[in-house]
């Protein structure tokens, strides 16, 4: 029996499978500007590319303002896209993101805030793939959903 070491080039697509209920919060509130950005995502295998979807029944908290959280779940596909193309480089994306839980703050959400939050999804989703994402460059784990990471 011969084994070879799964590389991005042969991993095959991300997702192989859906990755239900990943959970991104990225809040950053030190000074101006803040950041707020709170999602729950699924990724789920589809066409190639990376393709953003609102779940039907989708809830919203906060500044719902059509406008806005349309820029905003733009903003978390490409983090989403950039993520993947700098963690799994060489490796096809054929995914849906889809959205079912998104937190907006009137003042402290921003593009930037939510596309921070798309990259943290897609370290979580790799993570939960088993895929090349066991911790950042650094060699640290990601915290669990709702703790901070220890210094």
Known sequence: MVLTAMTS???GPFPPYPIRGVQARYVRQTGCPCDVAIVRVDFEPR???VHLEVAPGATVHGDSDPRYL????AALAEG???ELAERAPGRAVALAVVVHFT???EVDSREHSFRVAG???AREALA???GPSEGDAEGRRPAEP?????A
Do not use: D, Q
């Open 9 to 11: 080039e042969t991993a």
């Open 47 to 49: 066409e190639e590319g």
């Open 70 to 73: 349309a820029l905003f779940h």
């Open 80 to 82: 989403v896209r950039e």
């Open 103 to 105: 937190v907006v703050h």
């Open 119 to 121: 990259r943290l999804a």
């Open 128 to 130: 939960r793939e088993g």
């Open 146 to 150: 709702g703790r901070r990471p220890k």
